[in-house]
């Protein structure tokens, strides 16, 4: 335990500014709110927070289109609320790590602007600029890749939309600047950052079109409608060749290099986790980024045993592989960009339970974990019924694409852009059972509309006083986890590799052996670990049940409930 970092041990908790806790009452998240939330989320138990942007921005991409590096967006409060939340969260023990948007600007920017103000200005060189179109290039967002700039009569390129133009890696004024900001935040003593898609830093330099036989637009059309084995593999295949010239092209590396050399710099081992799966970005181990997401966990409609084995033997051996056990894992299953657990790995009959079950699985495994807020409550997905409800722009670009270009019924359009919006995910975090859900006063309109769910004790409030609840079952879980060197640092050693019903394992340091077993089946299942030689002849001690046992030593042969997770510490091993 002595030998990990504090960003190995400690628990993320992602809060999206907007709609976490608005303190100055006008229907908008800002850092008063959060520096008032900040006892909840100590009494929660998490360690550390990752914040989405809290920048000055136009938010034609909620916040991911920056227009200032070094400043607070006046809607989230001042400098100065953000240096009192931050002295806040220091005093409680809790680290705090910043979004850091490195592909793009807000075309609001002063550099963008003076950029497309001339072709001999000082900052011409700072975007990616050209004459014509040279490809079919799409952007992610919203259709072409190339936007019309008539102040240079000149084509700007941005991978997301056209608010978002990329900047130019290559001129090292725009490297100096961007590390001038990085230092800004370092100096203010955040712990770290959140890099947003570093992917998209580069592009293809040949700028090789892609062949996909359509537009974006009618490729999320495709994707909306695709039902067979061999379209939906079509589908995968044509993501994947539209935008496979823009992602994941030499340079990225070098850049990472840079940046860690900078953290390196300061004291109180700042730390970089990238928006990325690749474990190459890990580099050797300490000279580039110090974690990157395990997406592929992510990457299925159900959560299961089947599922998280073939994972972890995967993700854990290329970790081992790859720089000689010094990367370290970190697992997620939600953030402001996909639609909420509870939801989307629920099966409309135990959502409940397989919550439970992931909130274990997340907790339990080997590597960092992060939650997303409102998780611990189970928040799940809102859709939305009117497009003028809608802020995410991509959603409502895709609206009106569908409706306009290829006649698709604005009813059924709804339905789809609610599918596909990430709305649904950032509703505003349901505090109390009263209008707004606590959010924000009663005769105030919340940015996004509250989920109506939150009448139906699915808040902050009415959970903390239940012993029963999704709140105090992510407490006792996270005390657990705190309390057992094996979960925080122990090796992962599976168990039971066939089992499709449960998912067995132990987590093992030199002072501490865990079992955790998680049964994803209705069934109650008898179980015996007899044979396993790191359970053998010992016996059980409990740490954490969700079933209501009265006894807390176990052999190690036992009746498992349906849906139940069990964590014991091996005892009496001889």
Sequence with gaps: MSALKWWQTAVFYQIYPRSFADGNGDGIGDFKGITEKLDYLSSLGVDALWLSPHFPSPNWDCGYDISDYCNVAPEYGTMDDFKLFLSESHKRNIRVILDLVLNHTSDEHSWFVESKSSRDNPKADWY????????????????????????????????????????NWHNPEVKKAMWDAVRFWLDLGVDGF?????????????????????????????????????????????WNDMFKNQWAQAGVHDLMKELRAIL????????????????????NGEDELHLVFNFPLMRTDRITPVHVRKNQKGRLQKLDALIAKKGWPCNTLGNHDCSRIHTRYGDKMHDADLARLNAALVLTMKGTPFLYNGEEIGMNDYMLT??????????????H????????????????????????????????????????????????????????????KEQEHNPASLLNYY???????????????????????????????????????????????????????????????????????????????????????????????????K
């Design 401 to 460: 694409a569908i409706v306009t270009e290829m006649g698709v019924h604005p009813d059924e359009a709804i339905l789809r852009t609610a599918e596909m919006t990430r709305d649904k995910n950032r509703t505003p975090m349901q505090w109390s059972n009263t209008p707004n859900a606590g959010f924000s006063p009663v005769n105030v309109s919340p940015w996004l509309p509250v989920n109506p769910n939150y009448k139906d004790e699915i808040t902050v």
């Design 475 to 573: 407490k006792r879980l996270l005390r657990v986890r705190k309390g057992s060197p094996a979960l925080q640092a122990g090796e992962y050693i599976p168990l039971r590799a066939t089992e499709k019903d449960y998912f067995s394992f132990l987590r093992k340091t030199d002072e501490q052996t865990v079992l955790v077993v998680l049964n994803y089946s209705q069934n109650n299942l008898d179980l015996d670990f007899t044979r396993a030689k790191e359970i053998k002849n010992s016996t059980l001690k409990i740490l954490f049940s969700s079933a209501e046992r009265r006894i807390n030593i176990l052999p190690p042969s036992f009746k498992i409930n349906p849906f139940e997770v069990f964590i014991a510490e091996i005892v009496n091993s």
């Design 264 to 283: 390196d710099e300061y004291e109180g081992d700042r730390m970089l986790v990238g928006e990325d799966d690749n474990i190459d970005y890990l580099g």
């Design 128 to 167: 990616v600029w050209v004459d014509t179109p040279p490809n079919n290039w799409q952007s992610c967002f919203d259709g072409d890749a190339w936007t019309y700039a008539p102040e240079r009569g000149q084509y700007y390129y941005h991978y997301f939309m056209k608010q978002q133009p990329d900047l």
């Design 194 to 238: 959140r890099l947003d898609a570093i992917g998209t830093i580069f592009e293809d330099p040949n700028l090789t079109p892609h062949t996909v036989p359509m537009n974006l637009a009618e490729l999320r059309r495709f994707s909306d409608l695709a039902k067979t084995p061999k379209e939906l593999k079509l589908k995968d295949k044509y």
């Design 386 to 399: 009117d497009i003028s409800q809608v802020k995410d722009t991509m959603g409502a670009w895709y609206y």
